[in-house]
């Protein structure tokens, strides 16, 4: 089972929106709503960003958001901060009682 | 406040296993579940397998299964990571996470596992 695919790297300066894809297939991502994405600084455990495609855990700054077309999830970051530097990685059920991973995506903030 | 506390780093030889806990203070396990997730030096993270209650018994992804088991001692809220047959492509941090929601929204601090002769 290959790893869902994201973007190595995509950049943005301060304020303005980015958005971080993950393909999967009919199989994982397009067959549940169930993608969820992590933050992970250097050094540090991931940390819960967007739960079941475009939900927000408490505490998470309202301009993460996500969403799903077809076999592709979608995170968006808009009003980029420098804090927001960091690798993220997207999460889906892929049935049968397992979960596979993007591959990860560095954001640059110029 | 949910934290999970895991053991501590690990040296291992090739062939040997290794047995990684996490503690669950704040709350328990029973509930929500656990998996154990692998990250190797400069990769991205690899589901490798965990407990879900729902479905009542373990799961691991194919690319472990066989070496990978995942367990959990409800008595004492830890939940525990075996893996065996170590390789030196295993050295990673391996981190135990809590699902909730489809998603993991607690995780452990890391353990580093190295593997070499």
């Known amino acids: 089972q290959s790893a869902l695919t994201q973007p190595a790297s995509v950049s943005g300066s301060p304020g303005q929106s980015i958005t971080i894809s993950c393909t999967g297939t009919?199989?994982?991502?397009?067959?549940?709503?169930?993608v969820s994405w992590y933050q992970q600084h250097p050094g540090k455990a991931p940390k819960l960003m967007i739960y079941e495609g475009s939900k927000r855990p408490s505490g998470v700054s309202n301009r993460f958001s996500g969403s799903k077309s077809g076999n592709t999830a979608s995170l968006t970051i808009s009003g980029l901060q420098a804090e927001d530097e960091s690798d993220y990685y997207c999460?889906?059920?892929?049935?049968?009682?397992?979960?596979?991973f993007g591959g990860g995506t560095k954001l640059t903030v110029l | 406040q949910v934290q999970l506390v895991q053991s501590g780093a690990e040296v291992k030889k090739p062939g040997s296993s290794v047995k990684v806990s996490c503690k669950a203070s704040?709350?328990?396990?029973?509930?929500?579940?656990v998996s154990w997730v692998r990250q190797a030096p400069g990769q991205g993270l690899k589901w490798m397998g965990g407990?879900?209650?729902?479905?009542?018994?373990?799961n691991y992804a194919q690319k472990f299964q066989g070496r990978v088991t995942v367990t959990t001692d409800e008595s004492t809220s830890i939940a525990y990571m075996e893996l065996s047959s170590l390789r030196s492509d295993d050295t990673a941090v391996y981190y135990c996470a809590r699902h909730w929601r489809n998603s993991f929204d607690f995780w452990g601090q890391g353990t580093l596992v190295t593997v070499s002769s």
């Open positions: 999460c889906s059920y892929a049935g049968s009682n397992t979960l596979i």
């Open positions: 704040g709350g328990t396990f029973s509930n929500y579940g």
């Open positions: 009919s199989s994982d991502v397009g067959s549940y709503n169930l």
């Open positions: 407990i879900i209650p729902i479905f009542g018994t373990a």
